[in-house]
Structures are given as structure tokens and as C-alpha cells.
């Protein structure tokens, strides 16, 4: 059993400054100003021996139209009905507001337990508005200081008695359910003691899990291309905050989720517009942010909106994947409303080729987020190309390769002196890379190096991932020794 706490409360009282302190990292974005929260966001939270689930979610806002405050406030709902624990957050140096006594009126009604906690208590000047908490009816406040820690043993003790219930009303549950189980499904033995109506089939058995861990993909591109709408579609739930405004989605959040047996960490970021247009100081932290996410990713789903494939700030991120040395898929979204298909394949091909042509054969991948269309395609690409990025090759293999290629084309020889490549091993993988053994590496030309990748990545069918190629000059074996007489 996990048990879960929902941070619930009206916007800009410290629910991300206390998301972050009980997860240990800054995952969550925190500003001054408020309404930055607008997806929830869940992470793997622990107060000294506890260890929890916590839920980040936005403000919430007294909205009930077709609003983004509206569709905000129900996916704060969602998280407080999903929660096993709901803390209600007040800001004590502002006091209970109008709106606080709404929301505690409405957290009252629901069935899940609420623990009320009065942030920003540091100082005298928080003194009174936790006082004032009590007239919210929601039992005795905490007194608590995200951003300094202090009144973390009160909340470790509220926490710790509803855990220790929770966990006690499951194991009740759970005798009884197999009590129940036990009587209705009796199996009879034989009298050599055998099971005579259980099959044991060997999808019974399960195969280890791959070790490598699930795969982290993040899911990237401009503003409103479709990031959130194609996550939701694939995990089937409306998890993400979606709509017709550009720019909803702020933090980057990820989503544990099993494809065919296999895990994946879905990430979807906030989109990305040239930095010169960038002015406003949370969309700055949201791009550094999905930055960060990018980095950490294993495969990058660059998606593109049909009606404008590869503008520059696309080549742009798909430039920063690369360096970083991520495998990329680009994805063409909304491919159910475009009208010439071919010309527009034709141009991602033509960009690719003239603006990436470090990394031939990046996978291409056409599909609608909204309708579902191709999407199990999408995600078999992703594997395919995860598998490629995690290549590891044979060194004999290797150098088998590097010395039919030098016979056919030898390098350059520079001045007048031959650069011999003695020597090829793959140094590591994610992305593969290779470390050669040469005589003179710093005349070797960058062409000659690109020829050598190129051909690398031919002959061992590894299109569409970054390759790292390395000259490194042998040792003299006879280096530092004296000469005999």
C-alpha cells in the first residue's frame, strides 16, 4: 500500500516550497507570484522514517466554467479524492481568507481526512493567523515554515497517525477479502497430494525486469503543438491540463506508466520559444525546466505541429538533443488535418538532412494526439531507437571494420606524414561511444572523422542516435627508458 498526501490551498501560500522540502529536491517551480502551480505534480516524499506519496496541485480557485481556473480546480479535486491525507495550507502572515473558509467548507464534505497547517509561522508575524485557523473547523493547525523546516516533527506526527490507520484499515481489508477469497475458490487435493484443478501455464512466470530501469521519455516542442493532449491520450486519463491557450503547462511533470510489459517515465514539458521572446520570469523558469528534463531523458519526443514542421526553434531543440546526446523521435502531430502530406514529409526530410546531418536517420513518426491515430507506432519507434542507444559492439568486430575501411580509404596525410588508426573499442554506450587509437590526432581532419562515424553508423545499422567518436594517441612503449649501449 502507498499512501498518499494531497497539498491542497488557494494559490501563492507555499504549497510548491513545501512539495520541495518533503520530496528533497526542487522540483517543483516557486515564484512570488501566484498561480505558477497549474498541473498537479507527484513525487516520492519522506519525513524522517515515513515514506509517502505527495501531490502538488494548483491554487485553488473558486471557478466553475470552461475556464483554465475551472479545469485547474478539477484536477485539484481529482488529487483530493485520489488522496489518502489532505493537508489544507494557509498563508498565518495573511490570516484566513474568504476564500479559505470556502474551501474548508468543501474539504469538510469529502471523505477524506484533512490536516490543517498554517505556513509561513517563522516570527511573531505569524502568531495571529494561527490563531485564526481554528475558526476553520479543521482541527488543531500545524505550525509550520516550508521554507525553513521548522514544525516538521508536528507534521511528521500527523502524518504518522493517518499512515498507521490507513494501514491498519487495509489489513483488515485485506484478511477479510482473502478469507472471503479462501472459502469460494476451495481446491480439492488428490491422494498423492497434487492440485487437480490448477494450471500452471508459463505465462504464470514472468521474466526479470530489464535492469536498465523504465525509459525516460520526454516529450518536447513549442507551445501548444499537442504534448499534454498526446500523454493524456496514452495513459487514457485527462491527467494533464489541456486547452486552446498557448502555454498551460509550466512544470515538468512526470507520469510512471506500463506500455506492452514495458515502463516508461513519461515528462512533459512546458513548450519552448526562442529565448529572445522570453521575457516574463516564470516561462524562464519553466524553459529551464524543461531543459533539466531533457538532459535527464533517455529518448526525446520532438513534436511538431503538421502545420509548421522544423521551424527554427524546432532545429533548435532537436540541435540541444543531440549535443546532449539523447536519441531523438520526431513526431508530426495533428496529421489528421493536413492537407498536402507529401510536401510536408518531403520538408521534414530536407531539413533534417541540411540542418542535422550529424545524425542520419532520425525515426519520423506521423500521428494524431487527439484522435489516437498511430500512436502504438510511436512508441514501438521509441523502443527501437532505445535499443540503438544502448547498443554495445564486439571489439573485434570493431577493428575487423576500422581495418578494411583504412585499406580502402586510408587517412589523410597531412605535411607529408601518414596518421595511422591502430586501435577501435566502444567506450561506453548511452550514447555509444568510441574511443580510436591514433598516431597523430590532432591533425586528423574533422571530415575524415565524420567519414569514420558515418560509415560506423552504416555498417552496424545504428540510425538516428548521436555517435561519440574519440582519437586518443597510444602511450610510447618506449617512453622514459634509457638507451643501451
Known amino acids: 500500500m502507498t499512501f498518499t498526501v494531497a497539498i491542497v490551498g488557494r494559490p501563492n501560500v507555499g504549497k510548491s516550497t513545501l512539495f ?57 479535486e481529482r488529487a483530493v479524492e485520489e488522496a489518502d491525507l489532505v493537508i489544507m495550507v494557509i498563508d498565518a502572515r495573511v490570516g484566513v481568507m474568504p476564500i479559505d473558509e470556502h474551501f474548508a467548507k468543501y474539504l469538510r464534505r469529502g471523505k477524506t481526512p ?55 484499515a487495509s489489513a483488515s481489508s485485506e484478511i477479510f477479502e482473502t478469507s ?17 484443478d490448477v494450471d500452471l501455464s508459463e505465462d504464470d512466470f ?25 500523454i493524456n491520450k496514452l495513459i487514457d486519463e485527462d491527467r494533464l491540463l489541456t486547452g486552446p491557450e498557448a502555454g498551460i503547462t509550466r512544470d515538468a511533470i512526470s507520469i510512471e506508466w506500463e506500455y506492452r510489459g514495458k515502463h516508461l517515465k513519461l515528462v512533459d514539458t512546458a513548450g519552448l520559444r526562442r529565448r529572445s521572446k522570453i521575457e516574463d520570469k516564470v516561462e524562464k ?44 523521435v520526431i513526431v ?21 538532412q541540411t540542418s542535422l546531418p550529424q545524425v542520419k536517420g532520425i525515426p ?23 535499443d540503438v542507444w544502448n547498443i554495445r559492439l564486439p571489439t573485434a568486430g570493431l577493428n575487423r571494420w576500422l581495418a578494411e575501411l583504412i585499406e580502402r580509404h586510408p587517412p589523410p596525410a597531412p605535411g607529408g606524414r601518414r596518421i595511422k588508426l591502430k586501435y577501435i573499442t566502444q567506450a ?21 572523422t565524420r567519414f569514420l562515424e558515418n560509415n560506423l553508423r552504416e555498417t552496424f545499422d545504428m540510425p538516428g542516435v548521436p555517435l561519440r567518436m574519440h582519437m586518443k594517441k597510444g602511450d610510447n612503449p618506449y617512453a622514459g627508458k634509457k638507451k643501451k649501449n
Not at 536498465?212 to 498526446?230: C, D, E, H, M
Not at 574511443?435 to 581532419?445: F, H, K, Q, T, Y
Request: proline content about 3%.
Open 20 to 76: 520541495n522540502r518533503l520530496v528533497g529536491k526542487r522540483l517543483a517551480l516557486v515564484d512570488d507570484q501566484p498561480g505558477v502551480t497549474r498541473d498537479r505534480r507527484e513525487g516520492d516524499a519522506y519525513l524522517f522514517d515515513c515514506r509517502f506519496k505527495i501531490i502538488d496541485t494548483a491554487g485553488l480557485e473558486e471557478a466553475f466554467d470552461g475556464s483554465l481556473e475551472a479545469r485547474m480546480r478539477r484536477q485539484t
Open 114 to 168: 484533512i490536516a490543517l497547517m498554517a505556513n509561513k509561522c517563522e516570527g511573531k508575524v505569524g502568531e495571529v493567523g494561527l490563531l485564526e485557523a481554528y475558526s476553520l473547523g479543521l482541527g488543531e493547525p500545524i505550525p509550520f515554515s516550508a521554507e525553513h523546516g521548522l514544525g516538521s516533527s508536528d507534521l511528521y506526527d500527523v502524518i504518522k497517525e493517518h499512515m498507521t490507520r490507513a494501514v491498519e
Open 180 to 196: 472471503e477469497a479462501n472459502h469460494e475458490n476451495e481446491v480439492e487435493l488428490d491422494d498423492q497430494g497434487d492440485f487437480d
Open 206 to 230: 514472468e521474466d526479470d525486469e530489464d535492469n536498465r530501469g523504465p525509459l525516460q521519455l520526454a516529450i518536447v516542442g513549442r507551445p501548444n503543438v499537442g504534448k499534454s493532449t498526446l
Open 285 to 328: 523558469l519553466s524553459a529551464s525546466d524543461t531543459i533539466r528534463a531533457l538532459k535527464y531523458a533517455q529518448v526525446v519526443a520532438l513534436v511538431l505541429d503538421a502545420d509548421g514542421v522544423l521551424e527554427k526553434q524546432d532545429l533548435t531543440i532537436a540541435r540541444t538533443v543531440i549535443d546532449e546526446g539523447r536519441a531523438l
Open 332 to 352: 508530426v502531430n495533428k496529421w489528421d488535418t493536413c492537407k498536402d502530406k507529401d510536401a510536408v514529409m518531403q520538408r521534414v526530410k530536407d531539413r533534417l
Open 364 to 386: 519520423v513518426v506521423t500521428i494524431s494526439a487527439l484522435k489516437g491515430h498511430k500512436l502504438n507506432k510511436m512508441l514501438d519507434t521509441v523502443f527501437d531507437i532505445y
Open 428 to 448: 561506453r554506450t548511452r550514447p555509444p561511444t568510441f574511443a580510436i587509437s591514433c598516431s597523430l590526432p590532432e591533425d586528423l581532419p574533422a571530415s575524415y
